[in-house]
């Protein structure tokens, strides 16, 4: 696993609750119910670390946990369709966007896409948000185990054809399945290969 323990560190419902940018940080982006919460499990080995749900909307904080002392992971609120009262869901997306523009020490954002699904317009709009503001992402297609490797190298063509757009983009992708564990290692490598 990580070198140095994982442990929750707080939940942030404004900018002025994050903590002190005093160490690297990678966020865990992408559509409500894209699996972001499961991967972090995943990615930790921590089965309950993060909160997870089959209820789009699940996560509504900006949720701070330690990789041993050097580095943050970061899981947020997801974007578009949520269960959840409507002047709620604009509250954490403006917060997101803040975040997602606003923070200095975010050395990368993994963007998850559904495998089955490949990026949709709300994708492009906070990719197009992260190349304005200058934030490196990498893509990362997830829940993998519900296709069959025909279609996700058709997702894979696909996704890597529209990502030509975004100048933010880090071209590698990871295909992952918090499920199943298959792109874990690979992620959690690039994950601590970040300096
Ligand atoms: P919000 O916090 O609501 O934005 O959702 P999220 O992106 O954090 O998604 P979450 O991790 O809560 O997962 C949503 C649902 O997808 C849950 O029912 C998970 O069990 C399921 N799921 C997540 N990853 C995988 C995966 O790799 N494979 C399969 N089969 N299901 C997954
Ligand atoms: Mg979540």
Redesign the pocket.
């Known amino acids: 696993l990580f070198a140095g323990e994982v442990t929750f560190l707080k939940g942030v419902v404004a900018m002025s609750g994050l903590p002190p940018a005093d160490r690297l940080e990678v966020c865990f982006a992408?559509?409500?119910?894209?699996?972001?919460?499961?991967?972090i499990?995943?990615l930790t080995g921590r089965k309950a670390l993060?909160?997870?749900?089959?209820?789009?909307?699940?996560?509504?904080e900006i949720n701070y946990f330690c990789l041993g002392e050097d580095r943050y992971l970061v899981?947020v609120?997801?974007y578009g369709f949520?269960e959840a009262p409507v002047a709620v869901v604009q509250k954490w997306q403006a917060l997101l966007k803040a975040y997602l523009t606003g923070r200095p020490t975010l050395r990368r954002a993994f963007v998850?896409i559904d495998a089955r699904h490949g990026i949709k317009a709300v994708d492009h709009e906070i990719m197009s948000l992260l190349d304005t503001a200058a934030v490196t992402f990498q893509v990362v297609l997830?829940?993998?185990?519900?296709i069959k490797t025909a279609e996700q190298d058709k997702t894979l063509a696909q996704v890597r054809k529209e990502l030509a757009r975004h100048p933010a983009a880090f071209p590698e992708l990871l295909l992952?399945?918090?499920?199943?564990g298959d792109g874990i290692e690979t992620l959690r490598a690039t994950v601590a290969g970040l300096v």
């Open positions: 992408g559509r409500s119910n894209v699996g972001k919460s499961s991967l499990n995943a993060a909160r997870t749900s089959n209820t789009p909307g699940r996560t509504q899981d609120p997801g949520a998850l997830t829940k993998a185990d519900k992952t399945s918090s499920a199943k």
